[in-house]
Every structure is written in structure tokens, then in C-alpha cells.
């Protein structure tokens, strides 16, 4: 089973939830999704046993071949070419990758060269096996790495994707094909704004999910009355308490700390299960 | 003019919480509100919109289903996996490329815009607030991005305001690049959490890539003492001035249920106390008195 962690606000405990998920439960893989700011593996301490590096492919011109006929750049629907009359400049941080101007080209003067986006990286820590994705700054493409990643899924482990914040193509990259979505969101106008546009966004890929409410007892009700009225489970309540907010500030999962916590996440796991029929 | 950018590298730390502080505090700033994902500024300024634009950022394949003979060339050069085992586009994936059409031998795929979202010009008791609001799904919200700073621009040239303040969306992707790129300062809001440290020294990279000065705050700094030292002496061995370090206090949480910033909440409280010491600072490195 494949269960994505979101949320359209960040901050709101995506990462805690995934990681205390993750080491509560057997046979795990934990997948950070969120190349941008990858955080789950600072919470455990882990150790990279593996680390390689993630290209993309952007065009490079044969300028001995290239008459300038600008068929490559008049494909392009991202601006990425630009013909001048001496010379056809690329732009990489416009590229999506999608080859369509090496095919386009009369001559065959274009070759798809290899870009570094970022890195791979892998390990192992109590039969918890974690991989994460770190996008090299500045760098502004992190769907490409974010597949990469989600190569490595295991399906023969219950896996956990810790998706970025938002709504937008990285999150929707990591969801994708996921057996359930479970958002965090925390009980303010914020969370519920964010929490509203990420329903949207699931409903529409007619995708199963569930809220934690995470820093509880803060803010108000009304994430608890959208939620009854559109009959979406809340699986979790995760109270607002500063031995849980000193222990992630520190890096430990507070499950392992805090009594009950474990049994609650495995509770959650197969609330989750029961709701995907698996 | 000057354009500072207020961002987080890791979400949740309270971005909207100072920008709208600071917009209070600034008086005659043009806000941008660049996170177009989760924009949640409106909640605290109550924009009334003036302006309501479509944005057409990317472009959909659509297949006629008349014209198609089923060979799935489509499907077999499309890189983003947008189109299904049955031959039907996916439009969560399609990035509008326009591979598919060019080999669809019986030209029964043609690319369509799509609008991809909303930008809005609108006005607050505060000044004029630019934003947006991307469709669930979309792509290409750097381009919204950049649009909705072009329409600050114009804005404040046209009411002669010296300033703008943007606040960024979480990450250092395309959407967080788009909004820093040119400006000319960088305020990092961060806390004292190691994942908060982590992505900080990320956000401070992007911003040095760039080119634009960074700054730094620590929110909620009194949760982890010994974070907030580990961050000032990162700051410091780094060259960056920490310009606040703001306390934990449930008021901010309040003042968002109300839906007012917290300088007009509770202006006297030790919050909205030292985001005003930290606009000070800002406005005094920026030369804006």
C-alpha cells in the first residue's frame, strides 16, 4: 500500500506524521518526496549508505549541422530556444525535458545532453528504508527528481510519501498513483484555506483521503466542521503541546519518546487500510 | 524602488504572519503575494479585488477522438506519462509540450490553452496587493509568479510607492526563484527546529545565488534556546545579520482566528513589539527613510 502525506499549508506536521508513521509500523519505506527542503531523514538520524546523482536532459546544439531555421525554437512551447542570427541559445532553467525540438530538427543538429538537478540518496535504519531526493539550489525543476525518487518504491513494503506543501505539479507529482492521501492540516484559517484547495486538488484525481490535525487545541473549530460536513474522515488528533514541539525542534520522532504515541500511528495505519479495502 | 522578499525555505515558519505586519507597518507598500499555491495573505488584509485576470500559463493535448487510429505514438514519445494505456490525456500530467502532436501521423491531437489561474490587482486599507490564485494542479506558477511582480511593478510606478513586499511561497523551486530574482533583499524567517536550520541554510544559498541580500529572523525563537544560538552563530560565521528574534506567543494564532495582523491585534504584545524592531532594521539597510 502506498500512503501519500500532504498538505496545501507547509508546516503543518506533513514530515512528523510521515516519519512517526513510518517508525511505527513494520516493514516500512519512507520516500521524501519534498526535494526542495528534505527534512524526514534529519528526524532519524540516518545513515546514506547510497548517494548518486539525478540528471535531466536539456538540448545542446551541433553548431556544424545548425542552419539557424528556427524549427526548434518555434516548436518549444516554454520559450526554452531562442534563434538569434548567429547563434540558438538555450535557456535550461526553462526546459521541461520533453524533446520535442531534437525531433523537430531538419538536421539532427540537436543531442539531448545530461543536467544535474540534484541527488539520490538512500539508507537503512532499523529495517526502515528511507529514500529522499535533495535538489541542487537554485536549481527551480524538482518534478524531474521527484520520479526519480518514486522510482525506488518497494511495493512489497507499505510505503509513505512525504509530499512538499502546496498544491501545485511537485505535489501532485508525488501523490500520483498513491493508494490514499492522508492531509495534515492544524485547526486555523490557514490550515482550513490550504486544506480546502488540497481537497480540491484530490478530489479531482479521485483520490481516497483522510486529515490529521496536528498543534490541536489551537485556533478554532472550524476544520473540524468543514470536515463533518463534507464527510471527511479525521483519523488523528495530534494535541499542541511543547514536549512534542521541543522534541521535533531537537529531531527525534516524538512516538519514540512519548507513550501510547505508537500504538495511536499503527491505529492510523490501519484505519488507513481499512479505508483503502486492503 | 525596492523589492524585498520575505521567505522561509521550510513552510509554516510565519512568512504571511510578518508580511502582513509589514504592510501595515510600511503604510504605502505595494504587497505581492507570490504563494500562489496557499495563498493566505488575503485572510489577514482583506483585499477588496479591482481586477481579475485570466492566466494562461500552459497548454493542453486533446485528442479528436474522430481522427484516431489507436497506434499510441502518442503515448509512446510522451516523457510525462500523460497519456493513459487507453489514449486519454491526463491533464494533471500533461505539460503542454506538443510532442504528441507533432507525431500523431493522423494530426488528431491539437494543444489548447488552458487557463491555469487568476491574478488579481486589488486594494487593502493598507495599499494596493497584488495576487493570485493558481488552479489546483497546475503548473507553471513561477510564470504566475513573475506576473503577478510585473503587476506590482506597474502599480507602484503608477502610485508612486518606493516599495514592495513579497511574500514567497515555501521551497527553493521554481515558484521560490521567481520571486526572489531581482530583489533586493531577502528576509529568511526561520525556527529554531533542525529541520528550520536545515532549510534555511538552503533559502540563504538560493538567495546568494541570486545575488539578492539575505537577512534573517528567528520566529518562535524561546522553543529551542540552544537552536536559535546554533542559528546566530551560523548567521554570524556566514556574515548575515540576524535582525529579530520573535517569541512564541499564542496571540498570533488568535489574531489569525480574527482575521487581522497582529499590529492591529494586539500592537502592544512582545510580537508585534519586535516585527516592528525588524522593520525598522529593514527599512534602515534598505535606505526607505
Not at chain 1, 200 to 223: S, Y
Not at chain 2, 124 to 152: C, D, W
Not at chain 2, 157 to 185: Q, R, W, Y
Not at chain 2, 210 to 236: A, G, H, L, Q
Request: charged share 25%; proline share 5%; glycine share 8%.
Amino acid at each position: 500500500m502506498i500512503v501519500a502525506v500532504a498538505s496545501g499549508k507547509g508546516g503543518t506536521g506533513k514530515t512528523t506524521v510521515a516519519v512517526n508513521l513510518a517508525v511505527s509500523i513494520e516493514k516500512a519505506q519512507l520516500l521524501d518526496c519534498d526535494v526542495e527542503e528534505p527534512n524526514a531523514y534529519l528526524l532519524l538520524n540516518l545513515k546514506i549508505t547510497r548517494e548518486e546523482p539525478v540528471f535531466r536532459f536539456i538540448p545542446s546544439i551541433n553548431e556544424d549541422l545548425c542552419d539557424l531555421c528556427g524549427e526548434c525554437a518555434y516548436f518549444c512551447q516554454h520559450n526554452a530556444i531562442l534563434v538569434i542570427p548567429q547563434k540558438v541559445l538555450i535557456f535550461p532553467e526553462l526546459c521541461h525535458g520533453c524533446g520535442g525540438c531534437a525531433l523537430m530538427c531538419p538536421k539532427k543538429a540537436i543531442i539531448e545532453e545530461k543536467h544535474k538537478i540534484g541527488c539520490l540518496k538512500e539508507g537503512c535504519q532499523n529495517n526502515l528504508w528511507i529514500v529522499f531526493g535533495e535538489l541542487d539550489v537554485g536549481e527551480p525543476m524538482a518534478v524531474p527528481l521527484i520520479r526519480e525518487v518514486k522510482k525506488r518504491i518497494d511495493k512489497t513494503r507499505n510505503v509513505i510519501l512525504d509530499a512538499p506543501p502546496g498544491t501545485g505539479c511537485p505535489m501532485i507529482e508525488t501523490v500520483k498513483g498513491s493508494d490514499f492521501c492522508l492531509l495534515i492540516t492544524e485547526p486555523t484559517p490557514f490550515g482550513l484555506h490550504d486544506l480546502k484547495i488540497s481537497v480540491t486538488v484530490l478530489e479531482d484525481m479521485k483520490m481516497p483521503l483522510g486529515v490529521v490535525v496536528n498543534k490541536a487545541g489551537i485556533g478554532d473549530k472550524k476544520v473540524y466542521e468543514y470536515c463533518r460536513e463534507k464527510s471527511i474522515p479525521i483519523l488523528l488528533e495530534i494535541p499542541y503541546q511543547r514536549d512534542i514541539a521541543e522534541l521535533y525542534s531537537k529531531g527525534i520522532p516524538f512516538s519514540l519518546k512519548m507513550p501510547g504515541w505508537r500504538e495511536e500511528f499503527q491505529k492510523l495505519f490501519d484505519d488507513i487500510k481499512r479505508l483503502v479495502g486492503k | 524602488m525596492k523589492q524585498i522578499t520575505v521567505l522561509s525555505g521550510k513552510g509554516g515558519t510565519g512568512k504571511t504572519t510578518i508580511t502582513a505586519a509589514f504592510a501595515v507597518l510600511a503604510k504605502k507598500a505595494l504587497i505581492a503575494d507570490c504563494d500562489v499555491d496557499a495563498p493566505d495573505l488575503h485572510m489577514l488584509l482583506h483585499p477588496e479585488i479591482l481586477e481579475k485576470r485570466e492566466f494562461k500559463g500552459s497548454k493542453l493535448a486533446v485528442i479528436d477522438e474522430a481522427k484516431c487510429v489507436k497506434c499510441g505514438a502518442c503515448k509512446e514519445k510522451c516523457r510525462f506519462d500523460a497519456i493513459t494505456q487507453i489514449l486519454i490525456v491526463d491533464p494533471l500530467s500533461c505539460e503542454g509540450c506538443g510532442v504528441c502532436v507533432v507525431v500523431c501521423p493522423t494530426n488528431a491531437i491539437t494543444l489548447t490553452e488552458r487557463v491555469s489561474g487568476y491574478a488579481y490587482i486589488s486594494k487593502t486599507k493598507y495599499g494596493f496587493m497584488t495576487h493570485a490564485l493558481l488552479k489546483p494542479g497546475e503548473s507553471n506558477s513561477g510564470k504566475l509568479v513573475s506576473l503577478i511582480r510585473q503587476n506590482a511593478k506597474v502599480l507602484a510606478e503608477k502610485e508612486k510607492s518606493n516599495l514592495i513586499i513579497i511574500d514567497g511561497p515555501p521551497g527553493i523551486g521554481c515558484p521560490v526563484i521567481a520571486s526572489v530574482t531581482g530583489a533586493d533583499a531577502g528576509l529568511v524567517v526561520t525556527e529554531p527546529t533542525l529541520s528550520g536550520i536545515h532549510d534555511l541554510e538552503r533559502a540563504i544559498q538560493l538567495l546568494r545565488h541570486f545575488n539578492v541580500k539575505p537577512f534573517v529572523c528567528v520566529n518562535m525563537y524561546d522553543v529551542n534556546m540552544d537552536n536559535t544560538e546554533k542559528i546566530s552563530r551560523f548567521c554570524r560565521e556566514n556574515g548575515i545579520e540576524v535582525v529579530g528574534r520573535i517569541p512564541f506567543n499564542s496571540i498570533v494564532t488568535e489574531a489569525m482566528v480574527n482575521g487581522k495582523t497582529i499590529i492591529e491585534y494586539s500592537p502592544q504584545c512582545d510580537v508585534a513589539k519586535e516585527i516592528s524592531s525588524v522593520w525598522n532594521k529593514l527599512c534602515e539597510e534598505l535606505v526607505l527613510r
